[in-house]
């Protein structure tokens, strides 16, 4: 079965940090750009960070810029988004993105309107409330 699964997410204290998880079940992520999205309620889903196929180069969301890190792990088909210092505005629910498309710049995947043409999986979304 082909499918996205994202794990990680919870229930955080402002500061604290968690990390999220994608793992790819059905086809190989090597091939693949990576988008993480995030969705809080009422408003619109929003690229967080994004990481391209076929040279690593990543992109971040301002609001996450020096807090956020995203990585890939090949091996185990997996992408990982490091959240730290989160802060109540980081409650979303948490969405993983597979693209083959070639973008020229990876940002194209997390910013571009009407990307979800180029989206071939996504996840399911795990929740991430930061609350004291």
């Known amino acids: 079965q082909v499918q996205l699964v994202e794990s990680g997410g919870g229930l955080v204290q402002p500061g604290g940090s968690l990390r999220l998880s994608c793992a790819a079940s059905?086809?190989?992520?090597?091939?693949?750009?990576i988008g993480w999205f995030r969705q809080a309620p009422g408003k619109e889903r929003a690229g967080v960070s994004c990481?391209?196929?076929?040279?690593?180069?990543?992109y971040y969301a301002d609001s996450v810029k020096g807090r956020f890190t995203i990585s890939r792990d090949n091996a185990k088909n997996t992408v990982y988004l490091q959240m730290n210092s989160l802060t109540p505005e980081d409650t979303a629910v948490y969405y993983c993105?597979?693209?083959?498309?070639?973008?020229?710049?990876?940002?194209?995947?997390?910013?571009?309107?009407?990307?979800?043409?180029?989206?071939?999986?996504w996840g399911q979304g795990t929740q991430v409330t930061v609350s004291a």
């Open positions: 990481i391209k196929s076929s040279d690593n180069s990543t």
């Open positions: 059905g086809f190989t992520l090597d091939y693949y750009n």
């Open positions: 993105a597979a693209a083959r498309f070639t973008f020229s710049a990876i940002q194209a995947l997390c910013l571009m309107p009407g990307r979800e043409v180029y989206v071939d999986y």
